[in-house]
């Protein structure tokens, strides 16, 4: 046997012991999205195993708010499942690096993501990824259709137009012009200043610049984010300071809101709740002038790794491999709709109304919120005091100028790069 011969020979012998260590294999899939677990159960594990029948796959999910502390004394205590679901960035880094998830950068499909994609489950040099990217979420506002025509109104292309609209709204008297409450705070970041934000600080480039310290929250882009929330205040109907998540949402379900703030993991949501008593669709955040250039928060929010201590890794590596497929994206934006796949494979979306979010990466540039990526690893918390100071902005009890030199202060604290 000539040395090509043994090489071939050697190759061969090592994808057949890799294919037997795969097949017989049970897999046990972490996950906090227990909402999923009919969809994961009944849709995208048979797909996987009617093309690898010799693998099991088991989705074993934690309700939300317990997941990471569960999560955490499972990997402690050797008992979690093979494949870990990963909250991006750092939650999933800290596990890399305490050597719980196993680096990913060489399975085959790979190629499928591009940097945004991988950022999350990446190193911060990027060199190296630990967990597939599985699925984005993307912001915008859902409105009711009936309404709309009801009341003679277009969707707003800028944000002058959409406080025209907000008036008209107002006047008729018929409906809220839009549901958001400020009991939790976190929805007038999220769907509010991460929202419409992205297109007066440039999307990535003005991200990447809070990071290097380049641009400051005091900076005037970031300052008008705030002026315009400041101005939501008289829209958003009685007792909004007092209104939670979902009670803006039942609001708007019922037909009493004409326009959600909204991000894409919504859709689900109305598609149930609203059941066909009116129609919905979705228009992306407004621009502060006609003719600028078009920013979407593109947010990344799952992806899948190996559990380092897993005793099927082969078996993990198939189907991580198979997540990074055509068929699996398509199984996850249909039966999954408003969780957008984060690889690079062109496929049909069947929901209306994810399909309009879906079609805003056609003409807008893609972000993720600024708050994610190494800026929230301090004391005091970004996120939490965007969360805080926006919801204190819409509320009146604070300035725009206020809220952006609280959250600059914040960081000057103790990111060495803001000061």
Partial sequence: MNKHARTAFAVLAALAASQALAA?????????????????????????????PDIKVVFAPTPPADYNASL???????????????????????MYKKGQLLPVNDLKGMASFDEIARLAWSTDDGKTTFCVPLAAVLHGFIYNK?????????PPKTLPEFMEVLKKIKADGRYVPMALGTAEQWEA???????????????????KALIAGTQKFTDPQYVAVWKELAAWGPYLGDGY???????????????????YPAGSWDI?????????????????????KAGDTCYISDHTDMGIGINAASKNPEAAKVFLEWLTTPEFAALLANHLPGFFPL????????????????????????TIRNSYQILSRGTPNLENQLWNVS?????????????????????????????
């Fill in 241 to 259: 300071k007092a209104q939670k998540n979902a009670d803006s949402q039942n609001l708007f379900a019922l037909g009493r809101a004409a326009i």
């Fill in 391 to 419: 919801a204190q902005v819409v509320n009146g009890t604070l300035s725009p100028e206020q809220a952006a030199k609280t959250v600059q202060d914040g960081l000057d604290k103790w990111y060495k790069p803001a000061r």
């Fill in 343 to 366: 690889a690079r494979h062109k496929i049909a979306i069947e929901d209306p109304v994810a399909r309009e979010f879906a079609s805003w990466r056609e003409t807008c540039q893609s």
């Fill in 146 to 154: 009936d309404a709309f025509a009801e009341l003679k109104l277009a």
């Fill in 268 to 288: 689900p949501v109305f598609n149930q709740q609203v059941a066909g008593s009116f129609a919905i669709g979705a228009f992306p955040p407004p621009l502060p």
């Fill in 189 to 207: 970041a999220t769907v509010g200043f991460q929202n419409i934000g992205p297109d007066f600080w440039a999307g990535e480039a003005g991200r």
């Fill in 24 to 52: 017989g294999a049970t897999l046990r899939i972490e996950s906090w999205r227990n909402d999923d677990a009919d969809t994961w159960n009944d849709k995208i594990i048979p797909a996987f195993t009617k093309a690898h």
């Fill in 72 to 94: 955490n004394a499972k990997l402690a205590g050797g008992t979690a499942g093979d494949l870990i679901t990963c909250r991006p960035f750092d939650a999933s880094l800290e």
